[in-house]
């Protein structure tokens, strides 16, 4: 902590919680121990964000892709989301965390999308960190639902073809009501974004580690910060523009 610059902390960070099944087989147990595992990781990068004062979180916990695992995988994440945030939200509320949920949430079964219903509606009102949990999301659908969304103005007469640009897409997305991701963060050692936040990532820094998500804790994201930190963010000018603008200030 200590060697952090809390004057240069991205507002927002997202993660790809990856590797609960992996763990869980080199553990030698089923995948869906790892899941619950991972559920551990989850409170305890919460906590640390919002110690070092992170103001918006977005976790990748399910996509839409998910679907297509094993019958009884699925539907044991199911269980395991709803039971973990009735669990959980009483004290993401107590600690003023807000909750939202962005995905194709219309493919949860009932029971799962009244829990995120009333979550959601819990903790509206709160404050601190914004928690995002991206369920039954691909960041494909999303965009192809974007369209669809300005296409239909255009056809009704409410948004003229010319006004269709970066910012109206924006509006259109899941993610309109949150800043872009500043830092994207990989656990389990794989190199890919996997249709998470395509647009939105444009100009993240991405980063990527070998530890598995059931085993990344405060450590791991103040690591992943300092590398962050570390790094020139130059938006497409050089680093000689980046120098003069910083002396500008």
């Known amino acids: 902590m200590e ?20 763990w869980a087989q080199e553990q030698g147990q089923d995948r869906l121990f790892g899941h619950y595992q991972g559920v551990l990781s989850v409170r305890k990068v919460v906590e640390a964000a919002t110690e070092i004062g992170i103001q918006y979180l977005t976790l990748y916990a399910f996509s839409t892709e998910n679907w ?10 199911m269980t395991l989301f709803v039971d973990t945030i009735a669990k959980e939200v009483p004290d993401l509320h107590k600690n003023n965390i807000k909750l939202r949920f962005i995905g194709n949430l219309a493919m949860l079964p009932p029971h799962a999308r009244e829990a995120l ?7 509206s009102k709160n404050t601190g960190l914004t928690l995002i949990i991206a369920l039954s999301y691909s ?12 296409a239909t103005k255009v056809k009704q007469g409410s948004m003229q073809l010319d006004e269709i640009n970066e910012t109206t897409l924006s509006a259109s997305l899941t ?6 991701p500043e830092l994207m963060i990989r656990t389990s050692g794989e190199f ?5 936040l395509l647009y939105q990532l444009a100009y993240a820094e991405l980063y990527f580690t070998d530890t598995r998500w059931p085993d990344f804790r ?3 994201l103040i690591k992943a910060i300092l590398d962050f930190q ?9 680093s000689h523009q980046i120098s003069l603008n910083g002396e500008k200030k």
């Open 68 to 77: 297509e695992r094993p019958e009884q995988e699925v539907t044991g994440l």
């Open 175 to 180: 993610t309109s009501d949150f800043p872009d």
């Open 218 to 220: 405060k450590d791991d």
């Open 192 to 196: 890919r974004i996997s249709n998470f």
């Open 139 to 150: 960041s494909r659908w999303e965009l192809v639902e974007a369209a669809k969304n300005m």
């Open 3 to 22: 060697n952090l610059d809390l004057s240069k902390l991205p507002k927002h960070i997202a993660i790809i919680m990856d590797g609960n099944g992996r």
């Open 230 to 238: 570390s790094r020139e963010r130059r938006f497409g000018k050089t």
């Open 117 to 123: 219903d009333n979550a959601t509606a819990q903790t």
